[in-house]
């Protein structure tokens, strides 16, 4: 990172970075809180540690742009604007949720702000991107798709494809490797031979690294590469996070060492974020207000989805398809 | 009334799809330049630019996944896969994104995708580029299935494919890409769903889609010969399938024969003698038989697939059982 960087954030920037982050982190740590209450069914794969991804990728895009999520998207979600309330009401699975309880963590869309949802299938959001992107090619919008994937997902096939079709149609699309070295239980380091960084220039796009701990390094970056999509076509970001917590709620974790677990506290985003706002000199009372305020806001949004209620069977069931008075 | 090619039927449903609506494209190995490997996208390019006939690389599940997010972001993308076979690659797409996506988003968005694809034997062209897997598409909750039999059916049905909001596979049956038949002066859609009585009688029912329904009318002539009035049924839909007209006819004729050239285990055939033997149980005067594929791979020899494939003669021989 070079110093311009730092230098190109103002205190309101840093603070709204900052405030993006928190949210999503108090959001989690929530949402942990209540999975482990029983009160969140299913699975839910917590992306604590890696929010500077979401919140300095999402920092570069306006609301017509597209994204396309993971298993890992609660970051993703409220990052791209998702109101707190249809999503802790989905995680509940109510009826209120934004998918009406049918899709929980792994599924939480809302395609009025461009989030065209988590995925279940590991690189599947790739492609949709990709057609979201040539959507906005066609119809002659300013927009741009953005794919977000694990590295994990650089076993897929599909990633190749993708990449290829993106390159030849020239299409807006930003390519966003969220590299956690995780896949599972498994570190990806025994799973993949190449690194992205070798293989994206055989496509003929350009590839950016950032520090993905560093919401200051993705914003900027972001920002750059963003211009370039919107301008000229595809391009590939690399971020490299950590992911601090099991792979999802309830993954005791045997299989990681416990020194790096510890060492990985160094460098947690919302740490290196606070660390700016230091350096620009905002109060800690500033700081702590704006906790307040999330956490707020967080309790209003799951006292309301706890008053939610229950999804009906037939109304769920009648949606498999398009009604027939909205053909 | 003039006559049509199937092949041309689907080539104009194409373009009067892409003339009526400016958000549809095509896509498709070699459908732009090249017209299509079996010719159905001829003279698109031309009339509509390859900004909307779009010619693609060999990357099946991109394409189909591309096909799912275009169509949440507002186009009504057509996807040619070029035999049925190759639909193995594009499962993901239609079966975890595509069919579930307006379901498990609560509603937010229909996903107006069609993916065109042509099944069948016949042809020689062996065990990878033959197989009718219809029933694979017609087993996933969110998904449409379609299949014509001849010109007027395969505009008609792809054209109210294009204007589903749904996800709708159309299965064209390729060796019927070259018959002709006779077409209304004015071609219009024809609604998803809903099957057609082509040959009315009273003794027994054959219930077919797609190549098949020619082999049931040959065996309806044959038997005709003999005083046996065979009634057949085109379903056109194959999910939905028209229960109705399927029970109407039964509760008619009291007797039932499902005919596919799908292998016959597990098949569109199973599912409807199994709902007629259900709601029709009254009706019947004898067992519900199909007729479909011996349990084998497609073979590729002409002496051996002419033995794989459903004829008139073992559809006759049914109606004789179900008669008996
Ligand atoms: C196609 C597919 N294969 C396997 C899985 C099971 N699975 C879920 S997450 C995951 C690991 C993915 O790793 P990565 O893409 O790096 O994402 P991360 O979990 O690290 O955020 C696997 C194997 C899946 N959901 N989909
Ligand atoms: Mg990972």
Redesign the pocket.
């Known amino acids: 990172m070079t110093s311009s960087h730092r230098a190109a954030l103002g205190e309101n920037q840093m603070l709204k970075l900052y405030a993006d982050m928190l949210l999503i982190r108090r959001v989690e740590e929530r949402l942990g809180r209540l999975f482990a209450d029983g009160e969140v069914p299913g699975f839910i794969?917590l992306?604590i540690g890696?929010e500077a991804v979401p919140v300095g990728v999402m920092s570069a895009l306006t609301a017509d742009d597209t994204i396309a999520s993971?298993?890992?998207g609660h970051g993703h979600a409220i990052a791209k604007g998702m109101p707190l309330d249809g999503f802790f009401a989905e995680l509940l699975g109510c009826e209120q949720g934004l998918c009406r309880g049918r899709g929980g963590s792994m599924h939480v869309a809302d395609l009025s702000i461009g989030m065209l949802g988590a995925n279940?299938?590991?690189?599947?959001g790739l492609s949709i991107a990709l057609g979201s992107a040539l959507a906005h090619q066609r119809l002659r919008r300013n927009a741009i798709a953005v794919a977000f994937?694990?590295?994990?997902?650089l076993g897929?096939g599909l990633l190749h494809e993708c990449l290829n079709l993106a390159s030849l149609w020239r299409l807006p699309l930003l390519f966003v490797c969220?590299?956690?070295g995780?896949?599972?239980f498994s570190p990806?380091a025994g799973q993949i031979t190449f690194r992205l960084a070798d293989l994206v220039p055989a496509y003929g796009i350009p590839y950016v690294a950032s520090d993905g701990n560093d919401v200051v390094a993705v914003s900027t970056k972001a920002a750059d590469i963003v211009a370039h999509v919107r301008r000229e076509g595809p391009a590939v970001l690399e971020c490299f996070t950590t992911?601090m917590r099991g792979?999802y709620e309830g993954d005791a974790q045997k299989y990681r060492d416990p020194a790096e677990l510890e060492a990985l506290a160094a460098r947690d985003p919302i740490r290196i974020a606070k660390e700016y706002l230091r350096r620009l000199d905002v109060g800690e009372e500033r700081l702590q207000d704006l906790l307040t305020d999330i956490d707020c806001r967080i309790e209003a949004a799951v006292a309301a989805a706890r008053a939610g209620s229950a999804p009906d069977f037939e109304t769920a069931k009648a949606d498999t398809y398009t009604p027939v008075d909205l053909h | 009334m003039p006559e049509l090619r199937y092949i041309r039927a689907i080539n104009q449903a194409l373009a009067d799809a892409l003339e009526a609506d400016p958000s549809v494209i095509l896509l498709g190995e070699d459908v732009s330049a090249a017209g299509g490997a079996f010719g159905a996208t001829r003279g698109l390019r031309d009339r509509f630019g390859a900004e909307r006939v779009i010619d693609t690389p060999i990357s099946e599940a991109a394409l189909a996944g591309a096909a799912v997010g275009a169509a949440l972001s507002g186009l009504k993308p057509v996807l040619e896969i070029m035999f049925m076979d190759f639909t193995t690659l594009v499962m993901?797409a239609l079966v975890n994104q595509a069919a579930k996506a307006r379901f498990m988003f609560g509603g937010q968005r229909s996903v107006p995708l069609v993916v065109r694809t042509p099944h069948g034997g016949g042809l020689s062209a062996g065990p990878q580029h033959s197989q009718c897997l219809e029933a694979w598409f017609a087993h996933v909750p969110g998904l449409k299935v379609v299949c014509p039999a001849d010109p007027a059916s395969a505009y008609g049905l792809l054209r109210a494919a294009i204007a589903d909001p749904d996800p709708v596979i159309v299965v064209e049956n390729k060796a019927l890409y070259a018959t002709k038949a006779e077409v209304p002066e004015v071609l219009e859609p024809v609604p998803i769903g809903h099957a057609a009585v082509i040959r009315p009688g009273r003794d027994l029912t054959l219930v077919s889609y797609g190549g098949a329904v020619h082999t049931c009318m040959a065996a309806a002539g044959i038997l005709a010969n003999e005083g046996i009035e065979a009634e057949v049924v085109d379903l056109r839909s194959l999910q939905p399938w028209d229960e109705a007209t399927v029970m109407n006819s039964l509760s008619r004729t009291h007797r039932l024969i499902v005919v596919h050239e799908a292998v016959e285990a597990f098949g569109i055939g199973a599912e409807i003698a199994a709902r007629m033997a259900d709601i029709g149980f009254d009706e019947l005067d004898a067992p519900i038989l199909r007729v479909g594929a011996p349990f084998m791979p497609v073979p590729f020899s002409k002496a051996l697939e002419r033995k794989y494939l459903p004829s008139a003669d073992a559809v006759v021989q049914a109606a004789r059982k179900v008669l008996a």
């Not at chain 1, 279940?120 to 599947?124: D, H, M, R, T």
């Not at chain 1, 994937?149 to 997902?153: E, Q, R, T």
């Open positions: 794969h992306s890696q993971t298993h890992r279940g299938i590991v690189g599947a994937f694990g590295d994990g997902a897929e969220e590299n956690n995780w896949s599972e990806s992911r792979h | 993901d």
